[in-house]
């Protein structure tokens, strides 16, 4: 069998991907999340919170709600039928932090939840510190001229 044949072989008997199913499915559950958190936001508000204070309120509910979700295995189940629209920048980071600590649990605070929280978040902070310094110095610069 040559490699060309062997090729089209896997590609006749690999499961065929329901991408418009998929598409519409993240496109559903990406909204939804986005609608929750504009729900939540409007709550802050009716309470009385100026729309910055709402928005900082807002976004460490869906942190808080994400890690929630994936502690008690529910942001997975979601994300099976989700696909991409979990990936809603906040909830998706939040569970990228929330996951690695509870699956190393068994391991400890320190070497299980503590060393594996930051296996993800690191990285995030890393350049987004770096990238920040380097924005800052950018700005800084033009405005002396």
Request: with cysteine; hydrophobic share 50%; charged share 10%.
């Amino acid at each position: 069998m040559t490699e060309k044949e062997y090729g089209r072989l896997v590609q006749d008997l690999a499961p065929k991907s329901p991408i418009w199913k998929d598409c519409l499915m993240a496109f559903v559950i990406g909204g939804l999340i986005c609608t929750i958190g504009q729900l939540i936001m409007n709550g802050y508000t009716a309470l009385g919170l100026e729309k910055t204070d709402a928005s900082t309120a807002t976004s460490m509910s869906l942190v808080v709600l994400s890690a929630l979700l994936t502690g008690l295995s529910l942001y997975d189940n979601i994300a099976k039928h989700a696909g991409a629209g979990t990936l809603v920048p906040i909830t998706g980071f939040a569970n990228s932090i929330a996951a690695p600590a509870i699956e190393f649990k068994t391991e400890g605070f320190i070497l299980g939840v503590g060393a594996k929280i930051f296996q993800i978040a690191g990285p995030v902070i890393v350049y987004g510190v770096s990238a920040s310094v380097v924005y800052g110095l950018i700005y800084w610069i033009t405005t002396l001229f």
